[in-house]
């Protein structure tokens, strides 16, 4: 409530040059002519004009509107009246004064009574809005969203990219006001200036809408740039680096803050989105966190066991320990070779073991086999096969 308090203290009426009692037609015109005249855009660099323009502005907002200057003229004729208990030592500071009125001198909080005044006046979506028509001015820019493809090893350890963007920007020749450069503009008349319209949304509700007429520059030119024909937008390509972090996955999107397209009148730059495709890697996977690996073996390797290196992600390779009778499919973990986590950890190394089955035996080799099923006798090992249709 601190701000109707310092609202309460302005003279909008002097600000705007019109007596107390003029007619909206009146104070409507008067904006009109002080905004033109002290608008940013006519008077580039004129921080006196700036300033001045955003006072009127504010008192616009205020008695320009109904139901706000009823609202304002109540709590001015309260102060002025001595309504308060004696006026506010110092001007409105929104804190609690005391020694006003109540009985043995006690205080009374300034914020309350300010809020009692808008709750009846129904000031809480619209009120003493003060600012609308200032934060019209500075536009956000648009988010834009790129592509980008990095290797399988860049995308675990991560990497810096650079690309080359080409998005929305303010027309470089009449610097996004969307004029003839040379020309002067004049205040829009569909929005008056406020570089917003407000439309009914059923029932008492409505909501801002920006100006469809200026698009928010809260003024229009006759004469339209000719590069961007009044849109006040252009193309801009530029180069940016960007920081793939380490473990990011396919398909995952890097937001980077305001590097996106250049706002509007002094708004941020959007962000920009990186969605990050991963190229495969010829021998490596990934499940999360962790990679994946199929590493062959031989059949004695499996039966009789063995020890084998298989290779890492930009690593030395690590030695595995295959037990006897090692069944194909069997995954082993070698902790901490798989892809970076977000809090420095790492994942691990899943290793799928696959027996390889030789497709061409010389004379000793097909001997060893045959003695080895003579060896296995008649066991079959399909015989679960059998009970379980039984």
């Known amino acids: 409530m601190a701000n109707h308090a310092d ?20 104070v409507k015109k008067a904006y009109r002519k002080l905004a033109r005249e002290n608008h940013p855009d006519s008077k580039p660099g004129d921080k ?16 320009g509107d109904a139901e706000r200057r009823k609202e304002y003229d109540e709590l001015r004729s309260a102060v ?15 804190g609690r004064t005391t020694g006003a009125g109540g009985p043995g001198g006690q205080g009374f909080d300034v914020s309350d ?48 990219i650079t690309m080359r963007l080409r998005s929305d920007a303010p027309c470089p020749t009449c610097s996004g006001t969307g004029g003839k450069p040379g ?40 004469e339209p740039c000719p590069t961007c024909l009044g849109s006040g937008r252009g193309m801009s390509d530029r180069t940016v680096s960007a920081r ?22 002094g708004g941020p730059a959007g962000d920009l989105l990186v969605v990050v495709k991963v190229r495969p890697h010829p021998l490596f996977g990934r499940k999360g966190d962790n990679l994946t690996l199929t590493a062959p073996v031989a059949f004695d390797e499996a039966v009789l066991g063995a020890e084998i290196k298989v290779p890492t992600l930009g690593g030395s390779p690590v030695t595995l320990r295959l037990p006897p009778g090692t069944p194909n499919g069997r995954v082993f973990r070698a902790r901490g070779r798989g892809a970076a986590r977000k809090d420095g950890a790492r994942g691990d190394l899943l290793v799928t073991v696959e027996v390889e089955v030789p497709g061409d ?30």
């Open 7 to 26: 609202w309460a203290g302005k003279d909008f009426y002097q600000v705007l040059g019109v007596p107390k009692d003029a007619d909206q037609a009146t």
């Open 48 to 63: 006196a004009a700036e300033d001045r323009f955003k006072q009127v502005a504010e008192a616009y907002d205020v008695v």
């Open 80 to 94: 002025g009246s001595g309504g308060f208990g004696g006026g506010f030592p110092g001007g409105f500071g929104g």
């Open 113 to 160: 009574l300010f809020g009692d005044l808008f709750r009846q006046g129904g000031g809480g979506g619209g009120g003493f809005g003060g600012g609308t028509r200032q934060q019209s001015r500075a536009r956000r820019g648009n988010d834009v969203e790129a592509e980008t493809s990095i290797d399988f090893a860049d995308a675990v350890e991560g990497t810096t």
């Open 183 to 222: 020309t002067r503009p004049h205040v829009c008349g569909t929005c008056e200036g406020a570089g917003v319209v407000v439309n009914s949304v059923g029932g008492a509700f409505s909501m801002n809408e920006t100006c469809p007429e200026c698009h928010g520059r809260q003024l229009v030119y006759d």
């Open 244 to 265: 793939i972090p380490a473990g990011v996955k396919d398909g995952q999107k890097i937001r980077l803050k305001g590097k996106g397209a250049a706002g509007e009148q």
């Open 361 to 390: 035996l010389d004379e000793a080799g097909r001997a060893a086999v045959a003695a080895y099923r003579e060896a296995r006798g008649g066991h079959d090992p399909r015989a679960s096969l059998e009970q379980g249709r039984a």
